[in-house]
């Protein structure tokens, strides 16, 4: 018979038993007998875009893409290389004239003619306006002489000075305003760019200032060089002669959005060109090409132009 004794531990010992496997079956279930957490979806990473400028060729020394609207540099080469501007030192002479009334009358002179005449005749009078239109389309040598001649003749009367013509006064606020816009390596020894001797350029400049000087210009004046955007205008001086002036820059028509637009050329500058154009939607984009051949300059612009189109719709 059991005692009562032996029967409490008994029942101690059960208790203990159920106990244990309570815990060894029991524990497992209460941590894991959850719902499976649902596996995390693979991140997939797309690969990077190809940069549209990669492999580009180019003649050209020095090439520069920047988007001015972001200030974001597309593309670069050499871009702070300092080298004959040719005739995209007009731009420059634009802009300094631009100070100066638009219905100031401009006679050509003799003087003006000394290196061609640019499809001027001796003694032809123009508004300022229309001489500035004409020579920037058609790059003429003429024009930009008989302009600073003339603005820096006003200039200089404002000082007292009250010479007929001043050329050297206009070519310094040429470069006093290089100056004040950033242009590190840029400045000018006459108003059109035309090489001074074998070795001596007329102006000299790298392809991201010319960058900074048309950004420039669209931000404050983009009518000053509007006239640069068309195949070809006519124009009548005051003189009542009229002229067809066609544009320098042979693809004018094969640049979409083309809002400005400056060849040069010379035996030491080689070819040289600087566009702005919109590369999409509010998405101006300038482009400045220097020391590549005569044709050279536009089949590298082109090339450009192409992969800035490409970049800027890859969302960069």
């Given at each position: 018979?059991?005692?009562?004794?032996?029967?409490?531990?008994?029942?101690?010992?059960?208790?203990?038993?159920?106990?244990?496997?309570?815990?060894?079956?029991?524990?497992?279930?209460?941590?894991?007998?959850?719902?499976?957490?649902?596996?995390?979806e693979?991140?997939?990473?797309?690969?990077?875009?190809?940069?549209?400028?990669?492999?580009?060729?180019?003649?050209?020394?020095?090439?520069?893409?920047?988007?001015?609207?972001?200030?974001?540099?597309?593309?670069?080469?050499?871009?702070?290389?300092?080298?004959?501007?040719?005739?995209?030192?007009?731009?420059?002479?634009?802009?300094?004239?631009?100070?100066?009334?638009?219905?100031?009358?401009?006679?050509?002179?003799?003087?003006?003619l000394?290196?061609?005449?640019?499809?001027?005749?001796?003694?032809?009078?123009?508004?300022?306006?229309?001489?500035?239109?004409?020579?920037?389309?058609?790059s003429?040598?003429?024009?930009?002489?008989?302009?600073?001649?003339?603005?820096?003749?006003?200039?200089?009367?404002?000082?007292?000075?009250?010479?007929?013509?001043?050329?050297?006064?206009?070519?310094?606020?040429?470069?006093?305003?290089?100056?004040?816009?950033?242009?590190a390596?840029?400045?000018?020894?006459n108003?059109?760019?035309?090489?001074?001797?074998?070795?001596l350029?007329?102006?000299?400049?790298?392809?991201k200032?010319?960058?900074?000087?048309?950004?420039?210009?669209?931000?404050?004046?983009?009518?000053?060089?509007?006239?640069?955007?068309?195949?070809?205008?006519?124009?009548?001086?005051?003189?009542?002669?009229?002229?067809?002036?066609?544009?320098?820059?042979?693809?004018?028509?094969?640049?979409?959005?083309?809002?400005?637009?400056?060849?040069?050329?010379?035996?030491?500058?080689?070819?040289?060109?600087?566009?702005?154009?919109?590369?999409?939607?509010?998405?101006?984009?300038?482009?400045?090409?220097?020391?590549?051949?005569?044709?050279?300059?536009?089949?590298?612009v082109?090339?450009?132009?192409?992969?800035?189109?490409?970049?800027?719709?890859?969302?960069?």
């Amino acid at each position: 018979m059991i005692s009562k004794k032996q029967s409490i531990i008994a029942v101690t010992l059960v208790n203990c038993f159920a106990l244990f496997f309570a815990c060894v079956y029991a524990v497992p279930v209460f941590f894991y007998d959850e719902k499976p957490v649902a596996k995390a979806e693979p991140i997939i990473v797309a690969p990077p875009k190809p940069d549209p400028f990669v492999g580009v060729l180019l003649e050209a020394e020095a090439a520069y893409v920047v988007d001015t609207g972001t200030g974001k540099v597309l593309f670069a080469k050499n871009e702070e290389a300092q080298l004959p501007l040719a005739s995209v030192t007009k731009v420059m002479t634009a802009l300094v004239a631009s100070s100066l009334p638009e219905t100031m009358v401009v006679a050509v002179t003799g003087e003006d003619l000394r290196n061609g005449n640019g499809g001027l005749s001796l003694g032809e009078e123009w508004s300022l306006k229309n001489l500035l239109d004409y020579t920037l389309i058609v790059s003429s040598n003429s024009g930009a002489s008989a302009i600073a001649g003339a603005a820096g003749a006003v200039m200089a009367n404002q000082e007292g000075d009250i010479s007929a013509r001043n050329e050297g006064v206009f070519v310094q606020e040429m470069n006093v305003t290089a100056r004040k816009l950033g242009m590190a390596q840029t400045y000018y020894l006459n108003p059109n760019g035309l090489d001074i001797d074998d070795e001596l350029a007329g102006s000299y400049g790298s392809a991201k200032d010319m960058a900074i000087l048309f950004n420039h210009i669209l931000k404050t004046d983009p009518m000053l060089l509007e006239s640069t955007s068309y195949d070809s205008l006519l124009f009548t001086s005051q003189s009542g002669v009229s002229h067809r002036a066609d544009n320098t820059d042979t693809i004018v028509r094969s640049v979409p959005g083309l809002t400005a637009s400056k060849t040069g050329y010379t035996l030491l500058a080689n070819g040289n060109l600087v566009i702005a154009f919109n590369a999409g939607l509010m998405k101006p984009v300038v482009i400045a090409v220097l020391g590549s051949s005569q044709e050279g300059r536009f089949t590298d612009v082109q090339k450009l132009v192409n992969a800035a189109i490409l970049k800027i719709g890859q969302g960069e």
